[in-house]
């Protein structure tokens, strides 16, 4: 069971939007057991359109396409796609129905003829109804194998994925069963893990695949297997990780559930043991309580932040001595500390995240080199930090930045 | 001229990582006159890199390649291009230099035999030494045709692309010059613009393309045109704006200059009129003071941020009267005016965006429905507000609400 996932649009392939449908479709089709052989960007250009929908149709059993359904003229995918199929376009009753009815909801503008004319189908197609906007999916099928055609708005083409296409999918083809297992790991590079583990990688049966995924100051590990017998294939990968562990045992964190990002397995922890935390935030410049708060249920552990960008803003609102600043610098250990302490007061919580440092490209309030950050944790009982070298790129020096800061806490969590 | 981006890893079919590199390449590319043609991801897997490597090069001329040059078992993009050009891989003394240097610089582990077998390249390639990691990017010729492999971490990537790849490739062609230029709109639905301006559109020449690009809360408007004479091109781009402005005089906003961020336009609107902005945020959580320090030289105008997650904070930290909050509810009009104010003062700021809402997916602090969002925007002599709904999804509700305080301020700005 394959499937090609083709995103349709010029931005695309100008770069002026970043395809982010493609990760979330491949995510939930991989869930069900369908793998994705290729993700495809084209132009919204007819000819380049059915030549890519004639390749994926010889490659793969299930074709998903997003884009290019909205109301204006340079949404051609319908009429492509109707063409492809040999069929014209019919007024659709329900779609209709429900573009009034969003209409009346939500919007105050007048609705418009190219609005109702988003009712049109190809007549051989399968409506997916979309509850979230005025672009419905479609499905069609010739030859056994399945072509769906989705709107490119995020929200909308996950809603018709999760309620509309994966049951669909599910009850056409019959699907193996697909299980990755991600391991956390601190501390270790990429080559020197691998070295460590060689051994136990070169004996890996050749149906559990592995993956090596770096990120900023972060590694996951990453087993994959599949396979028609649920339960072997747990079996299976446990045992593998069951061997795994020993060889990292110092570094190994914890798994991954269902791709959980950091500050996520942190968040589950703290509401697990009943406590809170608070950051105060310098060169990371509200990152780290962003990441906290766009999970939900994050106020029941997030207490909030102060982003002392401001020189000044150290000393009135967090209440860091001036005289630190000035023996110390902004940039410093005992600045650091200072605003964690502080921090963590000003909120009342159990733990404090605070970083200082300079993200460049030039330099601050402060004579310390581009990239350096101190980054402290403060707890009811103590406050430590470390100092970090994060380069000369900005963006880099933030979000690297921001995962040491929630590593050295998930750490502090776990000491606990 | 066209190019084809094809990324290479399972990571990114699973969707366990989003492809961000192609966007970035696809930008640069464009800006030098290389139009990209199609991106295609794909597995590691060496028959379909091959296959994919064949396709791309039928219908392209350059084929920018990332992903899968790292020093484990997983990565087989170097010997898959070895075998594609009939050709064997010998070691590059330059880039084993290069790999002894980064180690000892800023690495504390042993450098392994791993490490050094990725100064192995092809040995028709040209290798393009990359300053910021251990792969070496490579660039490899075959009847007019370009192949360039590149690392696949984003910051390696990019500099590879801006200091070797970009200057090579220009060179070697005769690119057109391309020009696009975006139009910030607000306040205009897409149909509702469409159907303003569908006159003018029609009449728009063949050679400019036009495209809506919506996205929460904001849209824009990109013309694109190219040829070989670079003032025509500008001419004719800039004679279609001059008729299109007066049809969108109450809604126009500005450009956005090389795809400038919202932020980045206040950023730098400020920075010329010599303004300062603080943030006091509760549903949007450190979001807007992250995307304003995500930019170089934000210190210049933003001073900080209090992210009142919590109740209590807002009474403590802001100075938000206890009694506004229990006759108006935290979610209120009232509610976000107060804390506009005061984080007004209290990081002395000419500009202050509040933000107080419920991002969901569970009612919090109070009553309101999910999706409620108070935004307001203070200034030295006065303050106001607006409430938005913003749906029921909760990254939507928390960058929808950035995206409508950015828009509130920078109109506010505009006044005065």
Same sequence: chains 1, 2.
């Avoid at 906290?292 to 960008?309: C, D, E, L, R, W």
């Avoid at 601050?364 to 790129?393: C, N, Q, R």
């Amino acid at each position: 069971m394959l499937a090609e996932i083709i995103t349709i649009g010029d931005e695309l392939l100008i770069g002026q939007v970043i395809d982010t449908n493609s990760a979330y479709i491949g995510k939930q089709l991989n869930k069900i057991g369908v793998s994705v052989y290729q993700i495809t960007s084209i132009q919204d250009d007819k000819t380049h359109i059915l030549q890519a929908f004639k390749d994926a149709e010889s490659r793969v059993d299930v074709i998903i396409i997003t884009g290019g359904l909205g109301p204006t003229k340079d949404d051609i995918t319908k009429k492509t796609i109707a063409e492809y199929f040999n069929d014209t376009l019919i007024r659709d009753d329900s779609v209709e129905k429900n573009i009034q009815d969003l209409w009346h909801k939500y919007v105050r503008q007048t609705l418009l003829q190219v609005n109702l004319d988003q009712a049109l189908v190809p007549s051989k197609a399968t409506v997916l109804m979309n509850t979230l906007g005025t672009a419905p999916g479609m499905w069609m099928e010739r030859n056994n194998k399945v072509f769906v055609s989705l709107p490119g708005v995020p929200f909308e083409m996950e809603g018709l994925i999760d309620r509309e296409v994966l049951p669909r999918v599910r009850d056409k083809f019959d699907c193996p069963y697909i299980l990755h297992r991600t391991l956390l790991i601190f501390g270790l590079g990429e080559s020197t893990l691998a070295a460590r583990i060689e051994d136990w990688e070169d004996a890996l049966p050749p149906e559990i695949k592995l993956a090596y995924l770096p990120s900023l100051g972060n590694m996951r590990l990453r087993l994959s297997s599949k396979g028609f017998d649920k339960s072997k294939v747990i079996s299976e990968v446990q045992k593998q990780i069951d061997t795994l562990i020993p060889l990292i045992k110092e570094e190994f964190v914890g798994f991954e559930e269902d791709d959980a990002s950091i500050e996520a397995i942190i968040g589950k922890q703290l509401t697990k043991i009943g406590k809170t935390v608070a950051t105060a935030e310098s060169c990371t410049g509200g990152k780290i309580a962003e990441r906290f708060t766009a999970n939900s249920g994050a106020s029941a552990y997030f207490k909030g932040s102060v982003v002392s960008y401001a020189t000044e803003s150290k000393i009135n609102i967090l209440g860091v001595s001036k005289e630190a600043i000035d023996t110390d610098s902004v940039v410093s250990a005992k600045v650091a500390e200072s605003m964690a302490k502080q921090v963590l007061e000003l909120f009342d919580t159990d733990f404090a995240i605070a970083t200082t440092g300079n993200a460049g490209p030039t330099k601050g309030d402060s004579d310390v080199e581009v990239g350096t950050v101190f980054i402290a944790i403060a707890t009811k009982t103590g406050v430590y930090s470390e100092k970090f070298m994060l380069g000369d790129l900005r963006l880099k020096v933030i979000n690297k930045g921001a995962n040491k800061a929630f590593e050295m806490l998930l750490k502090e969590i776990f000491k606990n």
